[in-house]
């Protein structure tokens, strides 16, 4: 038996008069990482937002470890350790980066070990230490995020397209921070349009198109489905010329 971490039961979200989820289901299983996919405005965004609060459900349930947290605030939600990374980073551009990571550690300290752990992945954050997060360069600007996130040991991370824009030998430190987050026991619901990221990390997806489930289940059976990839082709198309065709997909389209 797998244990789930965090379940969406027929969730709908409405932002302002537009129905944006519309009944979305699926759980995130307890010590994985699972990829959720889909093309430009699929819902995936609305999806993270609403688990986090930050959105209200109009109906459905959220239920993180056996906890409904629909109702709850979104700093609830955080203290239950949800630890969240948005799209477009969400750093405070006026604060240092000191000042940034400070905010971010609940305790109000941190950990020195894991700071250090933090610098290891992501060396600019302790060059530009004392300086203003508005001036770092865009990846830099997303380890800053990442760091936000990771500087404690949160239960379940949710990560929104952490790779995007980003140049390669940062997305490799990215995936080394989420590998070892998950190895010590952090659940991952990750939002990724690069193909070969959710690859390499996901054992589970969860695909959505048009604010639906489209597919839910392993990594393997999304993988020998050539259905699901063309529906996925929004975000395959999006990974751009520059990287390889992941092997799933030149199968598939061979
Ligand atoms: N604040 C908003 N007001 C109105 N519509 C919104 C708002 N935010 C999102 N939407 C709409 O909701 C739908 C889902 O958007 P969402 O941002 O969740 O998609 P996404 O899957 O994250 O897309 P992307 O890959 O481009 O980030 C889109 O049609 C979008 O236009
Ligand atoms: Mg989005």
């Not at 056996?66 to 203290?79: G, Y």
């Not at 971010?104 to 600019?124: C, E, I, N, T």
């Not at 990724?192 to 990594?219: H, I, K, P, T």
């Not at 990839?229 to 395959?236: I, S």
Request: glycine share 10%; charged share 20%.
């Amino acid at each position: 038996m797998t244990e789930t971490a965090l379940a969406l039961t027929d969730v709908h979200t409405h932002i302002g008069r537009f129905h944006i989820l519309q009944g979305v289901t699926f759980a995130v299983r307890a010590g994985g990482v699972t990829a959720l996919l889909g093309r430009n405005g699929a819902g995936k965004t609305t999806t993270l937002r609403t688990i986090m609060g930050l959105w209200k459900a109009s109906s459905g349930a959220v239920t993180f470890q056996d906890r409904p947290i629909t109702a709850f605030r979104t700093a609830e939600i955080a203290r239950c350790g949800v630890g969240y990374v948005p799209e477009n980073t969400g750093i405070f551009g006026q604060l240092t980066v000191r000042e940034n990571m400070i905010l971010a550690a609940r305790s109000g300290r941190m950990d020195r070990a894991r700071l250090a752990r933090v610098f290891g992945y992501f060396p600019p954050l302790e060059q530009f230490w004392n300086s203003s997060a508005g001036h770092l360069s865009g990846g830099q600007k997303q380890m800053l995020s990442i760091a936000r996130a990771i500087i404690e040991p949160r239960k379940i991370l949710l990560v929104d397209e952490p790779t995007k824009g980003v140049a390669p030998a940062i997305i490799d430190a990215i995936m080394e921070a989420f590998r070892d987050c998950n190895r010590e026991g952090t659940t991952i619901l990750l939002v990724e349009q690069n193909y070969d990221v959710a690859l390499a990390l996901a054992q589970d997806v969860v695909l959505m198109d048009d604010g639906s489930v489209r597919f839910a289940g392993a990594m393997e059976a999304f993988r020998s489905d050539p259905k699901l990839g063309e529906n996925a082709l929004g975000f395959a198309a999006a990974r751009g010329p520059q990287r390889p065709a992941a092997p799933g997909w030149r199968a598939e389209r061979t």
